[in-house]
């Protein structure tokens, strides 16, 4: 059973750099697409984009401009960067597991991340 | 992006009734819609894929159909711990675009 596991910084200055990381445990890091996906406090779910072990990455237009996905196939982990954040970035991050083109079958726990001056 | 209307936005219901939401896709996305149950403070969890495909584990009183445009997810007998909300999302092109979400009460 695969789990996800992931951390960052909860707490964010307007403009500076969130940057999560979620680890994949007792699964195959091959063969999947990696996503990150938030969810503002209350509201819906918004998909930030996904990466695969070879480093293919899918990212939403609407936040393409400010982020990278990464990862390391080594340590079975990857990553997302989103730069400039804003109150509007605040939100639960969710990493997740899925394949081209599928729903998201395991998910993180969440992040909370918040941006405030 | 293709849009996803899901509706209605909350309902009411008692235990054992059936219940139905309904997602509508901007455009055609053959059957690549997923459905989602997220319970307060927790990840969502995957329910059904393809449409009308049941995820592991899931029980059998939840049901997906649809293809195109029109989607629906149906609880046959509602529980007490089917209380949540519920989101459809598809899966069909990029980026990947979610309903604006569906949360079941307890009537």
């Known amino acids: 059973q695969v789990q996800l596991q992931q951390w960052g910084a909860g707490l964010l200055k307007p403009s500076e750099t969130l940057s999560l990381t979620c680890a994949v445990y007792?699964?195959?890091?091959?063969?999947?697409?990696w996503s990150w996906i938030r969810q503002p406090p209350g509201k819906g779910l918004e998909w930030i984009g996904e990466?695969?072990?070879?480093?293919?990455?899918n990212y939403n237009p609407s936040l393409k401009s400010r982020v990278t996905l990464s990862g390391d196939t080594s340590k079975n982990h990857f990553s997302l960067k989103l730069t400039y954040v804003t109150a509007a970035d605040t939100a639960i991050y969710y990493c997740?597991?899925?394949?081209?083109?599928?729903?998201?079958?395991?998910w993180g726990q969440g992040t909370l991340v918040t941006v405030s001056s | 992006a293709i849009q996803m209307t899901q509706s209605p936005s909350s309902l009411s219901a008692s235990v054992g009734d059936r219940v139905t939401i309904t997602c509508r896709a901007s455009?055609?996305?053959?059957?690549?819609l997923g459905w989602y149950q997220q319970k307060p403070g927790k990840a969502p969890k995957l329910l059904i894929y393809a449409a009308s495909s049941l995820q592991s584990g899931v029980p059998s009183r939840f049901s997906g159909s649809g293809s195109g445009t029109d989607f629906t997810l149906a609880i046959s007998s509602l529980q007490p711990e089917d209380f949540a909300t519920y989101y459809c999302?598809?899966?069909?092109?990029?980026?990947?675009?979610f309903g604006g979400g569906t949360k079941v009460e307890i009537k």
């Open positions: 999302l598809q899966d069909n092109n990029y980026p990947l675009t």
């Open positions: 455009q055609g996305i053959r059957n690549d």
């Open positions: 007792g699964g195959s890091f091959s063969g999947y697409y």
């Open positions: 990466i695969n072990h070879s480093g293919y990455t």
């Open positions: 997740a597991r899925g394949r081209l083109f599928s729903a998201p079958d395991s």
